[in-house]
């Protein structure tokens, strides 16, 4: 028989409410036996006693709902942001406050690259420094040889320099398209707004695959990202799954010293609906424990703060037009109606309340047809939702993963221009969802804001924006309902409750290991939290030996 | 190399693009076409007129190719550019919900692109139904407003006496021909404008059985403004839906080209043929006002 090990903790927080608290647990087989005290797990027989997490907390493996494994990859790139954020290597990287800083740092970098290698930042974000535009000029003076390319925090603007437009052929007057502003010399500025122009020049300057697929080593990086902030199952919410990269995550979740489990999610485009609900069929028989196959990610608008989320009457506050769909509502009622009829859980992204409103009237028939009773439909962001919204996902037996990072990064800018006060303040409605009884989970939308559920939770709980004003009093939630929202929320929405997002006896040996008690320390606080490590399937990970 | 033509053809779902794609792929009239298609949805060809599939191209009969452009059009439309042999013209079929005028916008930022026009389709039986739909109603307003070409495809569905639905469509594209047929039903040369040899292809415009178009050929010897008698045409009273064809300016040759409200002229070599082809609807295309416009123009030129 399989050894036993029973870990000590400070304490335990078990989300399981019939015993909420315990100073140990027993694992057995990568699962757990039981939480208790030492005397009650002594019943299952020989054990060995490891104390190491004697001065430590323990809870449930932490559960994130909507990210992108292409976090991972981004960090190859030099990192531009106005906050802190920390590596998949452990190292917290300053945010810059300055144009003048940031160009200092692409220096730095530029100083690295042999060749005419492109260099590539990520992370700009200049809302932050009063909107100040980021032109060519600026990143000539970093390099006028080498092409340069730097990915706006929100991921819809790419700013490069003149070199980088001269390879992709842009560098002419007279160049007539809404996403490519002109400078008074008539000459592009170098700012790329939208995937239309992105896309084109983004092989110039570095950004030369789909930032939505996965690569190994952004694969392998994303993970330990997921050890440092206490993370055991994620999600990759959107990724086209094409053979190889099904065949490469396969591979890499199998190796037995990776930490993570990996829910993608297959994208909906590239196939008809018919054909993808049984592309998704076959991929769920290809999943393994680390890495679970076999759900739809529709996206049915864009985003608020790009303009592009369907908004319903009066729109968006700056007047600006509405947005545009990503999906055309008969081909999300057929894809609905064929994946709840072969089983698939679709979830669906839905920024605007106009977009939430059409998945809600496109499953109500779908439902009619194939009645399933345990469907867990989520719909991703939901920023917008109104109470009535939030009742009828409920009437529809569907979940909800609202974006409580966005309301602390954009919040400001939403109040101030996208959605105006009123609609800002009752954004990712966390507690107008529990109380209408919609399973609820929290997410960062990593690498649009930095993975970290703690933070997510912190958000959840204090409504806190950029600026520091509490955005939505009303809609804050408490530390207890947060933590079970990155826990057990999380798993509910993957179908995955029964098995992680907790721990009691029979579900899988995964945990945090902080060092502080989240549910003692100020809700301030929170995301303050030290992280340990994991334990993942019984295996431990320490964050500082990744 | 001469610049790609490109043609997008959008609308919404169930206006008849596939129907016209195909169409056009069977009375290409010898001109190879290369469709590229959004990534969904299903095949968008009729399954005779696949000669194989590969894994990225399909060919068609007639030297054609089908391939879809996922989310990078730049990219399919240069390896379109680098087949061998080249297509002589593109032709994008957009999503249901995609703004044809971004996807030109687009595919205009190649050098090596000629817009020729953005082609949208509208389902006459259902049009006014969709304006209305709170999710789409505004989705086909702005396709219709950046058309060149609208065509009000399914006519014999049309709930109203047909003038009325056309003039109604006319007013929510301001800048378009609007084309009513059926079954998609127009000729190549409307959709796509006319080849590379206009005078001849109009020698052959007889050949449609339809019978709703007709086109005439101008030999305005010269003209001073080329440009302006191209805007003159597209924008003019004249019924003129597509015009192609070369005049001589005091610059040199100059081709002018016409689609919709649209009309260009851009420098053409000296040997090219005198001669420009009008394309209307029969009725609509009023041939004495052109040939008074064209002698005017000889006369001033
Ligand atoms: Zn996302």
Known sequence: MAGTTIYSAKTILTMNPARPRATHVAVREGRILGAGTLEELAGWGDYTL?????????????????????????????????????????????????????????????????????????????????????????????????????????????????????LAGLMKPGVNHPGIPLGPDGYPTGELKGPDVMTPVGPHVGFDRSLMDCDEMGLRDFAKLCVRTGVTTVTDLASRLEPETVEMMLRVTGEETYPARVVPLRFFLGLPPKELVAEVVRLKALATDRCRLGRIKVVADGSIQGFSARLKWPGYYNGAPNGLWYVAPEQMAEIYERALEAGVQVHTHTNGDQATELALDMLAPALMKHPSRDHRFTLQHCQLADAAQFRRMKALGMCVNLFANHHYYWGDEHYRLTVGPERATRMNACRTALEQGVPMTIHSDAPVTPLGPLFTAWAAVNRITASGRVQGEHERIGVDDALWAVTMGAAYTLHLDGEVGSIETGKRADFAVLEQDPTTVEPMALKDVPVWGTVQGGRVFAASAI | ?????????????????????????????????????????????????????????????????????????????????????????????????????????????LAEVRCDGVVVLADAGDIRRAFDDPYIGDTIARQLAQADIVILNKMDLAPEPP????????????????????????????????????????????????????SIVLTPAASEDAAGLARQIATGPYGVVRAKGWLRT????????????????????????????????????????????????????
Request: net charge negative.
């Open chain 2, 1 to 109: 190399m001469s610049a790609l033509p490109v043609t997008v053809i959008g609308g919404y779902l169930g206006a008849g693009k596939t129907t016209l794609v195909n169409h056009l792929l069977r009375h290409a009239g010898g001109r190879r076409l290369a469709v590229l298609v959004n990534e969904f949805g299903t095949l968008p060809i009729d399954a005779d007129l696949i000669e194989a599939e590969g894994d990225t191209l399909i060919s068609i009969a007639g030297g054609c190719v089908c391939c879809s452009f996922g989310n990078d059009l730049t990219a399919a439309l240069m390896q379109m550019r680098q087949l061998d042999p080249r297509p002589d013209h593109v032709l994008i079929e957009s999503s249901g919900v995609a703004i044809p005028g971004s996807i030109m916008a687009t595919a205009a930022l």
């Open chain 1, 50 to 166: 490891d104390e190491r997490f004697a001065d430590k907390v323990l809870m449930p493996g932490l559960v994130e709902g909507h990210a992108h494994t292409s976090e991972g990859s981004l960090w190859r790139y030099t990192y531009l942001g106005w906050f802190d954020r920390m590596d998949p290597a452990g190292k917290t990287w300053d945010g810059l406050k300055t144009i003048d800083a940031v160009l200092e740092r692409l220096r730095e970098a530029e100083g690295q690259l042999s060749g005419d290698t492109p260099l590539c930042g990520w992370g700009l974000d200049p809302i932050y420094m009063d909107n100040q535009r980021v032109n060519r000029q600026h990143l000539d003076q970093v390099s006028a040889t080498r092409p340069i390319g730097v990915m706006h925090a929100s991921g819809h603007i790419l700013n490069v320099n003149t070199k980088a437009l001269e």
């Open chain 2, 163 to 214: 003038e009325t639905l056309t003039a109604w469509v006319a007013a929510q594209a301001p800048g378009a021909a609007v084309v009513p047929c059926r079954d998609a039903q127009v000729p190549a040369e409307v959709v796509i404008g006319l080849g590379p040899h206009p005078v001849e292809a109009h020698a052959h415009a007889h050949d449609h059985a339809d019978g709703l178009f007709e």
């Open chain 2, 250 to 301: 005091p610059e040199g040759m100059a081709l002018i080209q016409v689609a919709g409200r649209q009309g260009t002229a851009t420098p053409a070599s000296p040997e090219s043929r005198e001669g420009l082809v009008c394309i209307g609807l029969k009725g609509q295309l009023d041939i004495a006002a052109l040939h008074a416009l064209a002698a005017r123009e000889t006369a001033s030129g």
